[in-house]
């Protein structure tokens, strides 16, 4: 392929993600000022600039643009990176997928155009309209079950692997709790420093030995009998 098409294939690829930017962004300020109901996909088209027909080319209702582009393909340079040389270990997941996710996750992130403004509108859409919870709800549970296969894919590993779904939920927990602090207001420090300092936490956590056969602590049935 030229630099021509890749420069062009750039262009078009930004032009569409200013174009879904834009469009989520006056249906999330309307959802917060008006509700769902307050308004329709003809006023989101008018104050966005674009035609009935570009809008449904991006989002099928009101609902789906005001979640946004949640549910976008990965890009398939990172996904080739994150599947590229993983070393197995048969039935189980390998020593460096915690790596791999860590440099998806940042790669992502540190691509993404996402603000803390466009954050702060999706809050006050879905605190104007608590609705759309059960539909971010349906949404992320989606996306979990898309990352679990990414994994076991990399894995050669089933979805439903123990090792794959507790990744999957671990991960996603990590990755959940540090957006959450990368976009709060008072925050400075880069997405890339809080990400790895939570993973190291859960890392120490996880490093510690789990007493199954050992009594952690007074038997609350034997403490609680009066002596005889």
């Known amino acids: 392929m030229s630099n021509s098409a890749n420069t062009d294939g750039g262009l078009r690829e930004r032009k569409r993600a200013a174009t879904r930017t834009a469009i989520t ?5 309307m959802t917060a000022a ?5 308004f329709t996909v003809e006023e989101v088209c008018e104050e966005a600039g674009i035609s009935r027909r570009t809008f449904f080319n991006y989002f099928h209702s009101k609902e789906d643009a005001v979640i946004g582009s949640f549910s976008d ?29 860590h440099v998806l ?17 999706f ?18 549970e989606a996306r979990e079950r898309q990352f679990a296969a990414l994994v076991a894919a990399r894995e050669g590993l089933e979805p439903d692997h123990p090792e794959v779904m507790t990744a999957t939920a671990l991960f996603g927990a ?9 976009f709060s207001e008072d925050n400075a420090r880069p997405y890339r420093g809080i990400l790895e300092q ?23 049935l034997e403490t609680s009998k009066d002596p005889a």
Do not use: H, W, Y
């Open 174 to 182: 990590v990755s959940k709790k540090t957006a959450q602090q990368f």
């Open 123 to 140: 809050i006050a859409a879905i605190t104007a309209e608590p609705q759309l919870l059960a539909r971010l709800t349906l949404e992320g």
């Open 198 to 220: 939570n993973l190291n936490a859960a890392r120490k956590l996880f490093a510690q030995p789990l007493a199954t056969n050992q009594q952690l602590g007074p038997n609350p």
């Open 25 to 29: 962004a006056v249906a999330r300020s």
């Open 105 to 121: 996750t940042v790669t992502l992130m540190e691509r993404s155009s996402i603000s803390r403004t466009e954050v702060q509108q």
């Open 73 to 101: 393909e990965l890009p398939e340079d990172a996904l080739e990176t994150f599947n590229r040389n993983p070393t197995r270990t048969p039935g189980s997941i390998s020593g460096t997928l915690l790596a791999a996710l």
């Open 34 to 38: 008006r509700g769902l109901s307050g």
